[in-house]
T-cell receptor
Framework: DAKTTQPTSMDCAEGRAANLPCNHSTISGNEYVYWYRQIHSQGPQYIIH???NNETNEMASLIITEDRKSSTLILPHATLRDTAVYYC????????????FGGGTRLMVKP | DVKVTQSSRYLVKRTGEKVFLECVQDMDHENMFWYRQDPGLGLRLIYF???????EKGDIPEGYSVSREKKERFSLILESASTNQTSMYLCASSFVGGQGAGYTFGSGTRLTVV
């Protein structure tokens, strides 16, 4: 699986959009970009995933660059409950491909 | 609501005890996983199973074993608990290939070995 690089931490004001970047320059053609988050003392929670098109669901939007070497997770109106560690993971869709969690980005949403 | 349920939220065990951590999923997922999470080390894969009675070692299997007798249940066993196994243990499940949402995680079991 391709390695990802994320900033260690970020702050965001409550009500504003939180934009979390992720670099995955060695991504291969069949690998998807997944985003998970982990709120303190809970298990990781799936947010969104995509291959090459931008994706949106009720939680967030995922913007993937045309060359697929980076992506941005957007939380459009961050709330205090969005404070968490956000993990960007690149993974193939084949059986046996494990999720490998890196350090993630610690997002602090402030009042 | 689909879910992965871990039997205990908090456990305290003594050194040398045999410890069972249970995980049940109700999504008919083929794959099940056990991770441990420690500060500064992130999530590390202990064991996984892609079918009943099948198991594969992850990155840190030493000191652990697993059992999967039924599709919905995956147990992690600490044969003789040691203090360095004090950690947060997370169970997850997925379809083969991880279609869709990928993994679904349980809430975790925080194990303290004294």
């Amino acid at each position: 699986d391709a390695k990802t690089t994320q900033p260690t931490s970020m702050d965001c004001a409550e009500g504003r959009a939180a934009n979390l970047p992720c670099n995955h320059s060695t991504i291969s053609g069949n690998e998807y970009v997944y985003w998970y988050r982990q709120i303190h003392s809970q298990g990781p929670q799936y947010i969104i995933h995509g291959l090459k098109n931008n994706e949106t669901n009720e939680m967030a939007s995922l913007i993937i660059t045309e060359d697929r070497k980076s992506s941005t997770l957007i939380l459009p109106h961050a709330t205090l409950r969005d404070t968490a560690v956000y993990y960007c993971i690149v993974r193939g869709y084949n059986a046996g491909n494990m999720l490998t969690f890196g350090g993630g980005t610690r997002l602090m949403v402030k009042p | 609501d689909v879910k992965v349920t871990q039997s205990s939220r908090y456990l305290v065990k003594r050194t040398g005890e045999k410890v069972f951590l249970e995980c049940v999923q109700d999504m008919d997922h083929e794959n099940m996983f056990w991770y441990r999470q420690d500060p500064g080390l992130g999530l590390r894969l202990i064991y996984f199973s892609y079918d009943v009675k099948m198991k594969e070692k992850g990155d840190i299997p030493e000191g652990y074993s697993v059992s999967r007798e039924k599709k919905e249940r995956f147990s992690l066993i600490l044969e003789s608990a040691s203090t360095n196994q004090t950690s947060m243990y997370l169970c997850a499940s997925s379809f083969v290939g991880g279609q869709g949402a990928g993994y679904t995680f349980g809430s975790g079991t925080r194990l303290t070995v004294v």
